[in-house]
Structures are given as structure tokens and as C-alpha cells.
């Protein structure tokens, strides 16, 4: 599109309200130029002349019909059992919930009445048409209309296409299996499937004579279907191809990333392979969808009030080091943009350096680590040091040259927020000296420590009371002195999969060191003396927290004794 059309084409659209511009002659416009109505608005979309969510807002002002990004919104299953997967894909439509009987629809051609009308017959009942792009509409069919049988559907057409997969396969082999049509289907079926259930890791496990896949999901792992270990090495090939690794290679570890267009968004992915006994071994880490993945706040992070005060507090150091720990997957990341998000202001240099970038935050310098060409941490934070920052976020760290760097910036007047890998607040402080970081730079340098964990939430839609066992009552909570408290579980049903459990809930304990322990790593006391100590200012632990969202109906008792079970910090 020439450049004077796109200008007058924004310009049309910014007329969206009042007066409306008639469809007839945007239409009429974009035919003129060689353009469709749709094509129009991708191309301005993709050529950056506006950004998305604006051109569709303005084009869905101007036709009196509001915009939706189906990728980003929450799709029940009631919706979509209303228009069958071949009636979606034909009509470029795509249901997206059902209240009070009238069933909202996603259509690339929300402004057709004939097809709305046909809509309305295949959904017995009104239809409340919004409109979305194409391109959005299409994925959006792809994810949530993915299922077990679609996969397995695909599985068996690429294994009768392709009887002899057998044998040695040479790297052309490998390399021919993994571009063809039938594995990149199964791939992308899985991926969709994946995300449309919410799974956080995916893994797929060769064993003897199958192979095996199996999803995480809300912290739990469940298999989704097996298939014969000879279609292992097509799939295999399929992955390292899309994450640029050697498909030749299969005695060593490889790790790589994916990121792969999901409407006008993109979804990234983190990949492991590693050789096992009958084959290798691969998990995919699905680490976001840009622009789907919300900010959230300090509030919504689910703190007990007890914490949350002193936490607020304690994020409005002016210099110092604030450490969020836990093991991979315990939701630091999504903490540390809280921070972030409540800190961000135009008068401060807020910078950080992370592996990999999950969210975009505006107002925010972001940095990639990129450790292929030598900019890792270290190397990024010491350049970092000479941009005048205020705040610094470190994505982890991993070695003690990091480690000293941080905690040298954090004597020098930046706040430093990091993540480490430990098992509870007090031990992160023990865990900066095992790095190497002398016991006098640590005292004075760190402010404050927030450990977490997340557990199961319990399903809201199939979620019931009972009453435990009075001895239950006793064991956990022997000071309370609670007589007949209800206790909460999931009966199971299709909206949590009959697990009882959907979504996460986050317990924490926070430790602020205080001039008495910063005397105890000085002299360097235990981490029981710690815990001592910190009790004094309200220090409890994760166990304790857990027990309290317990009681608030959000978890089970079965949740806090697999995920803050202890015990020496009690």
C-alpha cells in the first residue's frame, strides 16, 4: 500500500466516532487501491502505521461493532461446543462465551447480517457478533479447538503416509521427516493444545516401545496420550529444527527457544532435549504469549496483609537488594514486574537484564541476555552500572562475579531487585556467602528477602466445604484454638478437568534483616539464628502462610504438605 493511502486511510478511521465512516466507502477506498477491507487494516497493522489494538478499535468504532483479541481472551467451553470446528474455520468465526442464552461471537465479517443470521441458526439462539482479525480468529480455532483425538487423528495420517520410520535415520533423513507436512501438523497441534490447556511445560518421553507426552498443568503433571516410538525421531527432528538446533546431534544436551506468531502476538517457548535410554528426552517450557500476559500488581499477588504492608515498604528502599526465591516455576518473574509495576514512574531510570524478556513493560529498559556472544549477566550489569540507573532488575543470579557486582551496586546507592534459587528467605543470605560474596558485603547490602511457592488453587466452579477430623484441626493448627472450621476441596468437573484444582495460588514468607541479623551474617550465624531473629519483626513461614489460605478456602491441606512442608522452619 503507498504511503498516501495509508495516510488517508488513518485518517479515515480516526473519524470513527461521530460521524461513523460508512463501511461502502472504506470498502470502496481499499478497492481502489488494490486492497480488501481486511487487507487494508493487516497492512497497516503489519506495516506499524498504527499499532493493533488501536486500527482495530478505530475500524470497530467505525462499522458500530466493538473489538475483541480472541487470543487474549478467556473462551469457555460451553461457547464453543455451540459451533461446530468446520463451521468456525469456513465462516472465519469463533464463539467466545454464552450469557444470559445470547452467545458472543468472534467473525472477521461481524457486519455481514446473512452470516450472523446462519450463526444464529447453527447456535439456536441470538448471536452478539464482535469482531477480531482473521489472522486472530484463525489461531484462536487452532488452540481451542485442540484436542487428544485431533492430535492422535494426525499422529495416525503421518504414520500410515510414512510406514518406514525405522531403522538409522541419516541427518538428510531427519531433516526431510522434520519439514514435512504431517510432523509440522502434529507439532503445531500439540503446541496449540498445550496452550489451550493452560500447561506450563510440556514434556515428551520416549519409553521402550512408546512414546509418551505429558503436560504440567497447575502444577501437576498428566499425561495426554502416547504413541508408537518410531514417529520419537520425526518429532524430535520437528522441534530442534524450530529451535535451530543439530538434528544430527543426539548424545549430548541441547537447549534452544522457539517462538512461534499466535494471531498478532507471539508465543515463546523454552526447549531442553537431553539423551535417555530409548531416546531423547524433550521438555518445552512455555514461557508466555506477548501481549496476553498481564501485569500484575502488588495486590494481586495474593500477600497476606501482614506481609504486604512491610513489603511495600521495603520495594521503596532507595538502595539495597531485595531477593525473591524459590525453585523454577514459583512465579518470581511474575513478583519482580509487580515491583517493577508499582516503582515505575518517569523520575526513575528503571533498567533491567533478563533470559529471556517475557513481558514488554513500558516505561521500562529492558535487556536480553544473549550468553552465545559472551553478554551474560555480569557483562550486562557492569554496562548497566554506567547508565545512571535507579533500579535494577537482575533475572537471576547465577555466579559469584554477578553476585559481587549486585551486591556492589547495592552499596552504591541502586535498588537491586534478583531472583535466587533457594528454599526459603533466610537461606538467601547464606546462599550470596556460598557464592563468594564476603560476609561484610552482604550484611549491609541486602534489605530484605520474599520466598514463594505456588500450589493448586481449588476450582471455584465444583468447589465444596467439609468439616475435617478434629485431630486434623489439632496438628495444624494446635494454637488456634479452632472448633468445627470448615476446610475446602474440589469435587471435580469438566472446567478443572476433574482434578478439583484450576489456577494458582502463591504462599510467601518475607525476612527483613534488621541491624540484628545483619550482626548475625557478619559473624556468621546460622540460619536458625536468623529465623530467631526474624521472628522478632513478624518473620513466618511458608507453611504458615499456606495454612492461612487453607482457611481462607483457596487450597488444601494436601497442597501446603507438597509445596511448604518445612518443617525445621516452623
Known sequence: MSSAANN????????????????????QFGSDH??????????????????????????????GIAYVDPIASLISDEALDK????????????????????????????HAPDLVRRL?????????????????????????????????????????????????????????????????????????????????????????????????IDGFLREVLSFSRQLHPAITSRIKILADLDISESRLP????????????????????????????????????SGKKEVLTIDKIMMSQTMLRPFRRLVQSP???????????????????????????????????????????????????????????????RALLRQDPDVILLGEIRDAETAKIATEAALTGHLVLATLHTNSAPQAVLRLMEMGVAPYMVAPSVVGVLAQRLAARICEKCKEAYFPPREVLQHYFEDEGLVDVPFYRGKGCPYCRNTGYRGRVAF???????????????NGKSVQDIIVAARKVGYRPLRHDGLKKVLLGLTTIEQVEENASFEWAV
Not at 508 to 522: A, F
Request: net charge negative; hydrophobic share 45%; glycine share 8%.
Open 120 to 216: 444464529g441458526h447453527i447456535v439456536q439462539g441470538p448471536v452478539s457478533p464482535v469482531f477480531s482479525l482473521p489472522c486472530e480468529i484463525a489461531d484462536a480455532i487452532a488452540v481451542h479447538y485442540a484436542t487428544e483425538k485431533s492430535i492422535e487423528s494426525c499422529l495416525n495420517e503421518f504414520a500410515k503416509n510414512n510406514p518406514l520410520l525405522s531403522g538409522n535415520l541419516s541427518g538428510e533423513d531427519l531433516q526431510r521427516l522434520g519439514e514435512s507436512t504431517g510432523v509440522i501438523q502434529i507439532v503445531e497441534a500439540v503446541i496449540h493444545f498445550a496452550l489451550r490447556e493452560r500447561a506450563t511445560d510440556i514434556h515428551i518421553e520416549p519409553q521402550e516401545e512408546r512414546t509418551r507426552i505429558r503436560f504440567r
Open 508 to 522: 510467601h514468607e518475607l525476612v527483613l534483616i534488621t541491624e540484628e541479623i545483619r550482626s548475625l551474617i557478619s
Open 319 to 381: 538502595n539495597g537488594i531485595i531477593f525473591v526465591t524459590g525453585p523454577t516455576g514459583s512465579g518470581k518473574t511474575t513478583t519482580l514486574y509487580a515491583i517493577l509495576h508499582e516503582l515505575n514512574n518517569a523520575g526513575l531510570n528503571i533498567s533491567t537484564i533478563e533470559d529471556p524478556i517475557e513481558i514488554q513493560l513500558a516505561g521500562v529498559n529492558q535487556s536480553q541476555v544473549k550468553s552465545e556472544i559472551g553478554l551474560d549477566f555480569a557483562a550486562m550489569l
Open 34 to 63: 488494490g486492497f480488501g477491507t481486511l487487507e487494508m487494516l493487516q497492512a497497516l497493522i503489519t506495516e506499524k502505521v498504527l499499532p493493533k489494538d488501536q486500527a482495530c478499535s478505530l475500524w470497530g468504532n467505525s462499522i
Open 254 to 289: 541441547q537447549d534452544g527457544r522457539i517462538v512461534i506468531p499466535l494471531g498478532t502476538n507471539k508465543a515463546n517457548f523454552r526447549i531442553s532435549v537431553i539423551p535417555s535410554q530409548f531416546g531423547e528426552k524433550i521438555v518445552v517450557r512455555v514461557l508466555n504469549v
Open 8 to 27: 488517508r486511510f488513518v485518517e479515515m478511521l480516526s473519524l470513527g466516532t461521530p460521524p461513523l465512516v460508512p463501511i461502502a466507502t472504506v470498502a
Open 83 to 110: 459451533i461446530p470446528l468446520e463451521i468456525a474455520t469456513k465462516t472465519r468465526a469463533i464463539p467466545l462465551y454464552v450469557l444470559d442464552g445470547v452467545v458472543t461471537v468472534a467473525m472477521a465479517e461481524p
